[in-house]
């Protein structure tokens, strides 16, 4: 069974820095695509970074130049780093990975975790 375990979420001012951190356990071929998301109170839940297998990044609009995605296959595990902190970045954040096993490749959500920013 694939697991995906978020980690590092938390209370942090407005200004500050979280890095969350996504390791996929369990067996499989390989990991494809892997992406931070986050849903806030009575909002859908949006792509915030997605990272493609060869390490090209894409960033929502609105984190662009504060957030940074990065992985390590080693690990199987991917990061966000996320610096300047704003109000509105307060959401829970789910990681997502595209998986190949054997029979096909399927997607993954880990559980979550929350990110709080105050003032």
Not at 64 to 76: D, H, L, P, Q, V
Request: net charge positive.
């Amino acid at each position: 069974q694939v697991q995906l375990v978020e980690s590092g979420g938390g209370l942090v001012q407005a200004g500050g820095s979280l890095r969350l951190s996504c390791a996929a356990s369990g067996r499989f071929n390989s990991i494809n695509s892997m992406g931070w998301y986050r849903q806030a109170p009575g909002n859908q839940r949006e792509l915030v970074a997605h990272i493609t297998s060869g390490g090209i990044a894409n960033y929502a609009d609105s984190v662009k130049g504060r957030f940074t995605i990065s992985r390590e296959n080693a690990k199987n595990t991917v990061y966000l780093q996320m610096n300047s902190l704003k109000l509105e970045d307060t959401a829970v954040y789910y990681c997502k990975a595209l998986i190949r096993e054997v029979f096909g490749t399927y997607q993954y959500w880990g559980q979550g975790t929350q990110v709080t920013v105050s003032s």
